[in-house]
């Protein structure tokens, strides 16, 4: 089995291109969401606590089952530590054996990048230029990365309550070939950006904007830590949009859409990849990914890792799994000793 740690993972990101592996990605996601319906899927198991919560999340098809352990903790930054930190599995359907044991702090962060270009893909203008980032922490410049590798964005505005973040975004985007603006507020942010991507962390409900203060043709990207209770739109935004989810029975309990009808949902992302419902259809349409991450996700970026890992031939093999002469003789190795 292998074990891919955090710095096996750089490495073959590195080797791989930065951009190169987000397109690898996002074909990876398309392909996956496109065979949904032969996928066994299930909302994510959260334990919820005042400080946070703490996610196992799987999903399999015949050939790969796949699980990930993740916690969210808003908190955890002003200690010293992530917001975000997981971990995931791999494993062979035909005999149940763990194929990878992998980080998936960074490819967490890569996967819901790659989620929001696909969805972009699909549901924004194709000649989209502005993106705008609400929120420049942790997951922003992965965002930006993933959404400039599917579309040519030339500009980047960005807005953050806390001047640190918007500094550091800025000073890890400096080699990127676009323009950066840094604004004072969220209304500057968004006015006229094409796409925009909110990524905020706070348990709470809020109203980050309103309508009236996006151009018409956006597509905004609903990203931002999502739980129950925790909202950064009113309903009314719903309502003038249309509204993609990726699962509705876990989107339902966890995104945007918990504040009206499911009725408000007009697809789920695998129906407009496949063409059995419309996407975007002209370029006034408003649009809106209610995205939460699902584990989907997960499991296209654990097998692609686990291929390019094979190809590369990155990756510790461990022994994890009790290999005995005789399967039915457990016991005997205990008595090697």
């Not at 710095?7 to 065979?35: K, P, R, Y």
């Not at 980032?133 to 942790?138: E, F, L, N, W």
């Not at 992965?142 to 973040?165: C, N, R």
């Not at 706070?202 to 151009?215: C, G, T, Y």
Request: net charge negative; charged share 25%; glycine share 6%.
């Amino acid at each position: 089995m292998k074990l891919i740690d955090v710095d096996t993972l750089v490495q073959l990101v590195s080797q791989t291109g930065l951009n190169d592996f987000n397109l690898q990605l996002i074909q990876a996601l398309e392909n996956d969401f496109a065979h949904w319906e032969t996928f066994h899927k299930s909302p994510r198991h959260a334990t919820h606590y005042p400080h946070g919560v703490i996610e196992l999340m799987p999903c399999a098809n015949d050939d790969f089952y796949s699980f990930k352990y993740v916690n969210g903790h808003p908190d955890n930054t002003q200690k010293g530590k992530l917001c975000v930190a997981a971990m995931g599995l791999l494993a062979e359907v035909s005999n149940g054996y763990p194929l990878m044991i992998s980080e998936m702090t960074l490819l967490t962060a890569l996967r819901t990048a790659a989620i929001t270009a696909l969805g972009a893909k699909y549901l924004a203008r194709k000649n989209s230029q502005h993106l705008a980032i609400i929120g420049t922490g942790a997951q922003a410049e992965f965002q930006a990365h993933a959404v400039m590798a599917q579309l040519p964005i030339k500009k980047i505005s960005f807005f953050d309550i806390d001047p640190k973040a918007m500094n550091k975004f800025e000073r890890n985007m400096a080699d990127a070939p676009i323009e950066l603006l840094q604004c004072k507020n969220i209304e500057e942010t968004i006015s006229s950006a094409d796409i925009i991507v909110t990524a905020t962390a706070a348990k709470k409900r809020v109203e980050l904007f309103n309508i009236s203060q996006v151009k018409s043709g956006v597509h905004i990207h609903a990203m931002g830590g999502d739980c129950p209770g925790k909202t950064e739109f009113s309903p009314e935004i719903l309502e003038q949009c249309k509204v993609v989810v990726e699962y509705t029975p876990q989107s339902k309990e966890e995104g945007e859409i918990q504040q009206g009808e499911t009725s408000l949902i007009n697809a789920e992302l695998w129906e407009v990849i496949t063409g059995k419902k419309v996407g975007r259809e002209n370029d006034q349409e408003m649009t809106f990914f209610d995205s939460v991450g699902f584990s989907l996700e997960d499991f296209s970026i654990l097998k692609l890792v686990y291929q390019l890992a094979l190809k590369m031939n990155l990756g510790e093999e461990i022994n994890l799994i009790p290999r005995p002469e005789d399967p039915k003789n457990l016991f005997r190795l205990l008595k090697k000793q």
